[in-house]
């Protein structure tokens, strides 16, 4: 009976260690196929020693088999158990990323809808139909209303549209093959991506065709790149209107491509929120001088100015999806620009996005829910030796204040500061830095992201200070608040950024509803 159990437990043990060494295996196995690098090192050395151990206990004769059991799970586990322990967590601009690259899935089905088999498209409801092979949109609408807005006015795009400025965007759309595949440009990490004009004009046209969608994005936490709501915009007259320029644009690219190429870079600086107080107590750069103007707007800014987007998070806001205030109009008459959307993941709170060479192609008329197409645009920027317009805009997305109290603190303040430094402190490589000598900028976060217009004129104005950058400030025909802004600054020009910082400090800790810090600034007398 004792040699029957001794039996009986020995193959017990025997197929209980069989099944745990299948189990590590297993575990070993999906450590290499789906792990961090660290991770497979890991587990890898970790079966390398639970075999070794089975190995010694194997050989010593002094042991039982239970105990030989026991010290075979226990320091297996234990093993696996180190493998297994995760590695600190890095802040995500030390993190080392999976490279991701801007791909087409829907490749193969916009060949067969488009290509040179496919039967011609001669009405907007065929062409529905034929996105539809490949993605989903409900209607085109707003195509339909751009073509009858063209009857009504043969002189608003839309002219031959079936017959060759849809040929065309589709020629362009199957290009994509053609052209090098393009990085993304990942949260956190400094990088940059040059495209041709007429790379930019192909991907702009998969953009028209539908062909990159919301589940087929390289990243999650990436903005729409598709015209499925705007060609579905019927009843939208102002989204219709930002078709209309996109449109304009294909009917120019049709008659001669784009020349030069766009430059999209992530911009990083990341300064720890204690470091960031410091700098600016100590900022020893005078406050260099502000121009305010209640005419003119930011992107018809003089040559050699830094042009400020007033950005989403999500570069391009609501460019594709209905939006229509600054950055989305920006986007719209210079639809190149929208090659960032493909690109870019949404910005942290350290970034921003300089975007160079993006032409611009029409006008617009009136403003957010008001726009209207304002015809055609000949851009007299001056060009490189490619023929790149030298033009550079700088996309930064403000603080959405849900209490006016926010904007006030001291992360508010700091936030918005670096924000701001982070983005007029670049170089865009077309113009030397002292060639970009000013910012052209406005009303950043005031309207529908709720800023304070005197708080954030004065933070920009710091910023490019500390930049090195004299400013020019546009109203958006606001008169009084263009006058208010001049007297303080010729108040306080000359003064060091540091010192203006304190006060504005001072007047936040203090501030309540009604305050008027223009005023306090304008009372304040140095010692």
């Not at 590590?24 to 587990?43: D, W």
């Not at 930019?200 to 499925?228: E, N, R």
Request: charge should be neutral.
């Amino acid at each position: 009976a004792a040699a029957a159990a001794a039996s009986f437990f020995a193959a017990a043990a025997a197929v209980a260690c069989c099944c745990f060494c299948c189990s590590c295996c297993c575990f070993c196995c999906s450590c290499f196929c789906c792990c961090s690098a660290t991770f497979r090192r890991r587990s890898a050395a970790a079966s390398a020693m639970a075999f070794c151990m089975a190995i010694f206990l194997a050989k010593s004769d002094d042991i039982s088999e239970k105990d030989k059991l026991f010290f075979f799970f226990f320091f297996s586990s234990f093993f696996l158990l180190l493998a297994s322990v995760r590695e600190k967590t890095q802040p995500n601009t030390q993190r080392k990323k999976r490279k991701m690259l801007l791909e087409l899935p829907h490749l193969k089905a916009l060949q067969t809808a488009y290509g040179s088999d496919a039967p011609p498209i001669a009405t907007a409801d065929q062409l529905l139909a034929r996105i539809n092979q490949y993605s989903k949109v409900k209607r085109i609408d707003g195509l339909k209303q751009l073509l009858a807005w063209h009857q009504e006015d043969p002189s608003k795009p839309g002219a031959g549209f079936f017959e060759e400025t849809l040929p065309f965007i589709c020629k362009m759309a199957l290009r994509f093959p053609h052209y090098p595949q393009l990085p993304c440009l990942q949260a956190g990490t400094a990088a940059q991506a040059v495209v041709s004009a007429e790379h930019g004009t192909c991907l702009l046209a998969v953009m028209f065709l539908c062909g990159f969608d919301v589940d087929h994005m390289p990243s999650k936490d990436m903005p729409l790149g598709s015209f499925c709501v705007l060609l579905g915009a019927g009843n939208q007259p102002w989204n219709v209107a930002r078709l209309q320029m996109f449109v304009h644009f294909f009917e120019r690219a049709r008659a001669q491509l784009p020349r030069g190429h766009i430059s999209i870079a992530r911009q990083v600086k990341a300064t720890p929120p204690d470091q960031q107080l410091g700098m600016w107590r100590t900022c020893a750069m005078p406050l260099l001088p502000l121009q305010a103007s209640a005419d003119g707007s930011i992107e018809h800014a003089p040559p050699h100015a830094l042009q400020v987007d007033f950005a989403n998070a999500y570069l391009g806001g609501g460019v594709m999806v209905g939006g229509c205030v600054q950055e989305e109009l920006r986007f719209s008459v210079c639809p190149l620009a929208c090659v960032g959307v493909l690109l870019c993941e949404k910005m942290n709170d350290n970034e921003a996005i300089v975007i160079s060479g993006a032409e611009q192609f029409s006008r617009y008329q009136n403003y957010c829910f008001d726009v209207t197409y304002g015809g055609d645009y000949q851009d007299p920027a001056p060009r490189d030796e490619a023929g790149s317009v030298k033009t550079t805009m700088v996309a930064m997305d403000a603080l959405q204040v849900v209490q006016p109290s926010q904007q006030w603190s001291a992360p508010g303040l700091l936030r918005e500061l670096h924000k701001a430094y982070v983005g007029f402190d670049c170089n865009d490589g077309s113009w030397s830095k002292a060639q970009l000598k000013c910012v052209a900028t406005g009303n950043w976060g005031c309207g529908a992201f709720g800023g304070n217009v005197q708080l954030k004129s004065i933070l920009q104005w710091l910023a490019a200070s500390a930049a090195q950058r004299e400013v020019l400030y546009y109203t958006f025909r606001d008169v009084e608040l263009a006058q208010a802004l001049q007297k303080v600054a010729a108040h306080l020009q000359g003064r060091l950024v540091c010192t203006v910082f304190a006060k504005v400090t001072e007047f936040a800790s203090q501030w309540r509803p009604g305050l008027d810090l223009f005023q306090f600034l304008l009372d304040w007398k140095e010692d």
